[in-house]
T-cell receptor
Framework: QKEVEQDPGPLSVPEGAIVSLNCTYSNSAFQYFMWYRQYSRKGPELLMYTYSSGNKEDGRFTAQVDKSSKYISLFIRDSQPSDSATYLCAMSAPQGGSEKLVFGKGTKLTVNP | GAGVSQSPSNKVTEKGKDVELRCDPISGHTALYWYRQSLGQGLEFLIYFQGNSAPDKSGLPSDRFSAERTGGSVSTLTIQRTQQEDSAVYLC????????????FGDGTRLSIL
């Protein structure tokens, strides 16, 4: 079992839809949780960063963390064609300062106009 | 510059050759990371620098891979005697230390081994 599991999709939705992306993890030492967006031939771009259970909202994006279930989610409201990208969940543990990231394999999202 | 800069953006080389990849982190970021992104494996950690030292090299796949950082800034990742399985995108990230700060990535070097 991989430390972080993420459904690779692909996911195709119409413009304006609500999108739900999810990851599960097995390592209870993970304390920091991130969502990155990656466009083709570009590096991952940080979207959301949280280190506590609960919800964090930023514009059309909401990140949700449930440490008891080892489950994180990203919701995108009023999705736009420009949201078409691969979404990567990532997490890290505070292990002596490294905080190296462990990634899910990414979900490819297409938002159709 | 404003972001993490990596060069070259693309590199094509023959099997058996050595390659050197460069990363210029965000100014003031003391922590620097190298990751590899391949189709089958996703994004995987290679090595972490704090300043010029590398306290975590656990992700380097073999002794053909090495990295160094000088002046607490620029880092180079060197792959010796390249193999076809080394073909991947090599990504560099940096972050501030002190507290819990997120990592910011460059656009990577796309390495193809013929």
């Amino acid at each position: 079992q991989k430390e972080v599991e993420q459904d690779p999709g692909p996911l195709s939705v119409p413009e304006g839809a609500i999108v739900s992306l999810n990851c599960t993890y097995s390592n209870s030492a993970f304390q920091y949780f991130m969502w990155y967006r990656q466009y083709s031939r570009k590096g991952p771009e940080l979207l959301m960063y949280t280190y506590s259970s609960g919800n964090k909202e930023d514009g059309r994006f909401t990140a949700q963390v449930d440490k008891s279930s080892k489950y994180i989610s990203l919701f995108i409201r009023d999705s736009q064609p420009s949201d078409s990208a691969t979404y990567l969940c990532a997490m890290s543990a505070p292990q002596g300062g490294s905080e190296k990231l462990v990634f899910g394999k990414g979900t490819k999202l297409t938002v159709n106009p | 510059g404003a972001g993490v800069s990596q060069s070259p953006s693309n590199k094509v080389t023959e099997k058996g050759k050595d390659v050197e990849l460069r990363c210029d982190p965000i100014s003031g970021h003391t922590a620097l990371y190298w990751y590899r992104q391949s189709l089958g494996q996703g994004l995987e950690f290679l090595i972490y620098f704090q300043g010029n030292s590398a306290p975590d090299k656990s992700g380097l796949p073999s002794d053909r891979f090495s990295a160094e950082r000088t002046g607490g800034s620029v880092s180079t990742l060197t792959i010796q005697r390249t193999q076809q399985e080394d073909s991947a995108v090599y990504l560099c990230a940096s972050r501030q230390t002190g507290g819990s700060q997120p990592q910011h990535f460059g656009d990577g070097t796309r390495l193809s081994i013929l």
